[in-house]
């Protein structure tokens, strides 16, 4: 299984409810011309002046799930089914370069090791789960990565 992804959005905006970015730097490793070894993850980013406010995100096997915050996103325990995947990496705090494409095994909030779990009745394609905080969350397929 893989978990990789973010979806930008200008400070004019193009996708809402997607990351925003504001760049003044310059590529770090793991660029799409720079790209990380394979099981690697990126380094605590530099100080270069970007800046990325990174959305709750998740991708398992190219599907990006992305979470909210509110009591709907709650489920309970038998909602929640088997371990989808495993956290791999955390891209908050590592990475402020906008052109890094998130791989396999990246999240954007959730610490390494962190399971990834089905939703039961729920196609894998269309939700996953995650407990954050002793709460389970739904997270909701927004997009296919490449």
């Known amino acids: 299984m893989s978990l ?3 979806l930008p959005v200008s400070l004019l905006g193009a ?7 504001i760049t003044t730097g310059t590529a770090n490793p793991g660029t799409a011309s720079e790209p990380l070894p394979v099981g ?4 605590d980013a530099p100080d270069d002046g970007a800046v990325i406010d ?3 995100f998740v991708v398992v096997d190219g599907v990006t799930y992305r979470t909210v915050y509110a009591p709907e996103s709650a489920l309970t325990d038998g909602q929640v089914g088997a371990v989808a995947a495993t956290v791999k990496c955390r ?3 590592a990475v402020n370069d906008p052109d890094f494409h998130p791989r396999t095994g990246d999240a954007a909030f959730l610490a390494p090791g962190t399971e990834v779990h089905f939703v039961l009745g729920s196609p894998a394609s269309a939700r996953l789960a995650v407990q954050e905080d002793g709460i389970w969350r739904r997270y909701e397929a927004v997009a296919t990565t490449p």
Do not use: E
């Open 4 to 6: 990789k992804g973010w």
């Open 15 to 21: 996708m809402v409810g997607s990351a925003v970015l």
């Open 40 to 43: 690697a993850c990126p380094a």
């Open 54 to 56: 990174w959305v709750p």
């Open 91 to 93: 891209i908050a705090g």
